[in-house]
């Protein structure tokens, strides 16, 4: 993964910075990423894990995620608030870092079509201030 930038260190996003969920960050702000990541996973998904197996690494967990729980019709729907919306859309995507725009035209169409509820303004608003999903501006 990138290295991530002090999101002060910026007022405003250039077209080519990109967004991703930062492990490291969630890891050094005492965050358990495997334990947020691993709530949003499928009833199915849950039910394979063993107590008594090692427990799935953050990238593990993202891939099944990303593999199966994404494919479900209610993954991400406009009853979600906004930021959960975002964060499992980069659970569904493997992690992959996206721009802004790409965000935003994704999360319309997956949460039918209501960008009135994430304009691009404020959905950059909401990730420059997340404390809570390890949202971070990647260095292209």
């Known amino acids: ?9 910026k007022t405003e996003e250039s077209p080519e910075t990109q967004w991703a969920i930062s492990l490291e960050w969630l890891d050094s702000n005492r ?19 063993s107590p008594e197996k090692k427990q799935p690494s953050p990238e593990e967990l993202i891939s099944i995620i990303q593999k199966c729980c994404s494919n479900h019709p209610d993954f991400i729907s406009h009853r979600l608030p906004v930021m959960e919306s975002v964060f499992r859309l980069f659970l569904g995507n493997g992690n992959k870092a996206m721009r802004l725009d ?8 997956l ?9 691009r303004e404020a959905l950059l608003r909401l990730l420059k201030n997340d404390r809570y999903y390890g949202l971070q501006e990647m260095v292209p």
């Open 31 to 49: 965050r358990s990423a495997a334990m947020l990541i691993s709530e949003h996973l499928c009833h199915d998904c849950t039910s394979k894990l």
């Open 102 to 109: 790409e965000m935003v035209q994704q999360l319309s169409q």
């Open 1 to 9: 993964m990138k290295d991530t930038l002090n999101k002060e260190e």
């Open 111 to 119: 949460r039918g079509g209501d960008s009135y509820r994430t304009p």
